[in-house]
């Protein structure tokens, strides 16, 4: 199982974005219960995931918000860096 470092990031980002909270939080329970070895194994449960750099980005609800992480296959954990609406994730600022 993979686990999710921070999950009070979920719900800090889903007080100022309510509608956040139920794509999030499905997104945190198909995570944890994850087992994945490789990109393409992350792919099975998140078609749409991209690696930028070393990290990865989750579209969240249809690309309404954005969710990048750095996921670490041998240790089975994953770091929450930033939870963005899309316009937020097209600025890139998050990329510095």
């Known amino acids: 199982m993979v686990r999710v ?8 980002f889903s007080e100022i974005h309510p509608h956040a909270l139920v794509p999030l939080l499905n ?5 944890r219960r994850a ?8 792919r099975n449960d998140f078609g ?4 930028v750099g070393r990290r990865t980005v989750f579209n969240i609800h249809g690309n ?4 990048i992480a750095r ?13 963005l609406t899309h316009a937020e994730y097209t600025k890139g600022d998050w990329r510095r």
Do not use: G, Q
């Open 27 to 31: 997104w945190y329970r198909i995570t």
């Open 5 to 12: 470092i921070s999950r009070p990031a979920i719900l800090k």
């Open 71 to 83: 996921v670490n296959y041998e240790t089975k954990r994953l770091f929450i860096l930033h939870i």
């Open 64 to 67: 309404d918000y954005r969710l």
């Open 48 to 51: 749409h995931a991209d690696v």
């Open 35 to 42: 087992n994945w070895s490789s990109l393409a194994e992350l």
